[in-house]
C-alpha cells in the first residue's frame, strides 16, 4: 500500500460517504425539490472526490483529463435536469414542502 | 474473470429470464409484457457471456461478446417496434391490452 | 488469472442480487413509469456486471442502447399512451379474470421448471466449455483491427452484423407502416430554454464522443454501435428540446439516404467481395483494416438516425416546408 494509494483512497472513500448522504437525503426528505437538492450537490460533489482520487492514481495526464472531463459532464447533464425535473414538478402543481 | 464469477452471473441471467417469462406470461397490460421481455432478453444476454467468460480459456471469449451487442441493438429496435404496435393497438381498442385477456 | 477474492464474491453477489431485485421490483412496480425508471437503474446496473465479466465493449452498449436509448423510447411511448384519451389505467393488470387466478401459480411453477433447467445446464456445460476464443485471437492479426471484438463483428462474423443493420431498418420500416396518430408535441409543455442550451452544448461533444468510440473501436474497448447510440442521444435531446417534438429541420431525402448507408454498404461489400474473392464479406487481409473501418462509419450513421427515427416516430419525416 504505497503512498500514491493512499492519496488516491483517502479522496475515494470521502467521496463514496458524500454519495451516500445524498441517498439518505434522498430517501428521508419531505418533498422532490429537497430531494433534487440532495442529489445534485451531494453526488456531484462525490464525484469529484471519487475523480480526484482516481485521477492521482492515472496512467498519464491524458486519462486524469479525460476523467475531470467526465465530472464536468456530469455536473452540467446533472444541473439541467434537476431543472427539468424541478420545473415538472411545478407545472404539475407539486408544492414545495413547508414545516 | 473466473469460471465461479461467469457461473454466478450465468445463473443471475437464469433468474432473470424467468421472472421475465412469469410476468409475460401474468401480465395483461402490453407495455409489462414488453418490459419483460426486455428482461428476458437481459437474463439471456447474462446466460450467454457469463458461461463463455472462464472455464478453460484464459482470455474472454470475444463471441458471445459480439453476440450480445448484436442482440443489445436487435432488442432496441423489437422494442421500438412492440412499443408501436401497442400504441396502435390502444389507438384501436381503447385498451393497451389484447382483446381476448380483457376481463369482461 | 487471478483467484476470486471475498471482495470480489462479496461484490459480484450483490451486484447479482441487485440484478435480480430491480427486475422483480420494474416488473411488478403498480405505476408504469416508476416500472421503466426501474428499468433504466437496472440497465446500469447491467452495465456494471458487464465489466465485471471483462466485456468492456458489452458495458458500452448497454449503458447508451440498453439502457439509455430503451428507456428513452419507453418514457415516449408512455407519454403517447397517457396522452391519448383511451386509456385504461396503469396499475389495472395481473391478476383479473378468474382465468388470471388460476395461471399465477400454474405460470410460477412452469417457470421454476425453465430456471432449475437452465441453471443445471449452465453448471454442467461452462467448466468445460472451450468456446472460440482460442480460434479468434489465432487469427486477430489477420483482420485488421486488435480489438477482439471488433474484429469478430466486423470480421469474423460480418454477416451477422450486415443482417443486424437489415433488421433495424426493418423495425424501422414496420413502425413507420404501423404508425400512430397520436403526436407527443402536441400534448407537451413548451420547451426550456435550459434544455435548448443543454442540447447545443451538448452537440459538439457527443459528434466528438461518438466519433472517438468509432475510432478506437478498432484497438481498444468501442465500436459503431456504442458511437451509433451516442450520436441518436443527441438527437433524441434536441427532439426533445424543440418545440415541433423530433422533427427534422433537414430535407426529406439525405436524412432517408442515412438510413439505408449502414445495411447498403455492407451489401455492397458482400457482393463485392462475392465476386471477387468468391466468399461473402471475405475481406484482402491488406486491405480489412480500412475497410473495416468505412463500414463501421457508414453503420455508425445509419444506426444512430434509426434509433433516433425509432424515438421520434411519425414526426421524424415531416418536411418543414424545404
Known amino acids: 500500500m504505497s503512498a500514491i494509494d493512499i492519496l488516491s483512497l483517502l479522496p475515494i472513500a470521502l467521496g463514496g460517504f458524500f454519495f451516500l448522504a445524498g441517498t439518505v437525503g434522498l430517501l428521508r426528505f419531505p418533498d422532490v425539490y429537497a430531494r433534487l437538492h440532495a442529489l445534485t450537490k451531494a453526488d456531484n460533489l462525490g464525484l469529484g472526490l471519487i475523480v480526484i482520487g482516481l485521477a492521482v492514481n492515472a496512467e498519464s495526464w491524458f486519462v486524469a483529463g479525460k476523467l475531470f472531463l467526465i465530472w464536468a459532464l456530469v455536473m452540467v447533464s446533472g444541473a439541467s435536469v434537476a431543472h427539468l425535473v424541478a420545473r415538472g414538478a411545478l407545472q404539475r402543481g407539486i408544492q414545495p414542502w413547508r414545516r | ?104 | ?322
Not at chain 2, 409489462?32 to 463463455?52: D, E, Q, W
Not at chain 3, 480500412?290 to 415531416?318: C, H, Q
Request: charged residues 10%; proline residues 4%.
Open chain 3, 1 to 322: 488469472m487471478e483467484t476470486m477474492t471475498l471482495l470480489g464474491w462479496a461484490f459480484d453477489g450483490l451486484l447479482g442480487t441487485g440484478l435480480v431485485w430491480l427486475a422483480w421490483r420494474a416488473l411488478s412496480s403498480p405505476s408504469l413509469f416508476t416500472a421503466v425508471v426501474l428499468f433504466v437503474a437496472f440497465g446500469l446496473v447491467l452495465a456494471l456486471a458487464w465489466v465485471r465479466l471483462d466485456a468492456p465493449d458489452v458495458a458500452l452498449a448497454e449503458a447508451a442502447i440498453g439502457a439509455g436509448l430503451t428507456g428513452a423510447l419507453l418514457l415516449g411511448a408512455l407519454a403517447r399512451l397517457h396522452g391519448s384519451s383511451a386509456h385504461k389505467s396503469p396499475g389495472a393488470d395481473a391478476v383479473r379474470s378468474r382465468t388470471r387466478v388460476v395461471a399465477w401459480p400454474l405460470a410460477a411453477a412452469a417457470t421454476l421448471v425453465v430456471i432449475c433447467g437452465l441453471a443445471a445446464t449452465l453448471i454442467v456445460i461452462t467448466p468445460t466449455a472451450v468456446g472460440l476464443g482460442a480460434e479468434v485471437a489465432r487469427n486477430l492479426r489477420a483482420s485488421g483491427v486488435s480489438n477482439p471484438v471488433t474484429a469478430v463483428l466486423l470480421n469474423f462474423r460480418g454477416y451477422d452484423t450486415l443482417l443486424e443493420t437489415a433488421v433495424v431498418l426493418l423495425a424501422l420500416i414496420g413502425a413507420r407502416s404501423i404508425g400512430t396518430a397520436i403526436d407527443v408535441a402536441s400534448a407537451s409543455a413548451p420547451g426550456s430554454p435550459v434544455l435548448e442550451t443543454f442540447a447545443r452544448f451538448l452537440a459538439p461533444l457527443a459528434i466528438l464522443v461518438g466519433g472517438y468510440l468509432l475510432w478506437v473501436g478498432a484497438y481498444a474497448p468501442g465500436g459503431a454501435f456504442q458511437a451509433g447510440a451516442v450520436l441518436a442521444a443527441l438527437g433524441v435531446v434536441f427532439a426533445l428540446s424543440s418545440r415541433k417534438h423530433g422533427a427534422m429541420p433537414a430535407a426529406e431525402f439525405p436524412l432517408r439516404l442515412v438510413l439505408v448507408l449502414g445495411p447498403a454498404a455492407f451489401v455492397v461489400t458482400a457482393a463485392i467481395t462475392l465476386v471477387l474473392r468468391g466468399h461473402l464479406l471475405e475481406y484482402p487481409p491488406v486491405h480489412a483494416g480500412v475497410l473495416i473501418m468505412v463500414l463501421e462509419a457508414a453503420a455508425t450513421l445509419s444506426i444512430g438516425a434509426t434509433l433516433l427515427a425509432l424515438f421520434s416516430g411519425p414526426s421524424f419525416f415531416r418536411n418543414n416546408g424545404r
Open chain 2, 1 to 104: 474473470m473466473t469460471m465461479a464469477a461467469g457461473i454466478l452471473y450465468a445463473l443471475v441471467g437464469a433468474a432473470l429470464f424467468g421472472l421475465g417469462l412469469h410476468a409475460l406470461i401474468v401480465k395483461t397490460h402490453l407495455f409489462r409484457k414488453i418490459l419483460a421481455l426486455n428482461v428476458m432478453g437481459s437474463g439471456t444476454f447474462l446466460m450467454l457471456v457469463g458461461a463463455g467468460s472462464g472455464g478453460i480459456r484464459v482470455l474472454p471469449d470475444a463471441v458471445p461478446q459480439a453476440m450480445v451487442i448484436t442482440g443489445i441493438v436487435v432488442a432496441v429496435s423489437a422494442t421500438a417496434l412492440a412499443l408501436t404496435l401497442m400504441l396502435r393497438i390502444a389507438e384501436e381498442t381503447g385498451h393497451a391490452e389484447l382483446p381476448g385477456e380483457r376481463s369482461g
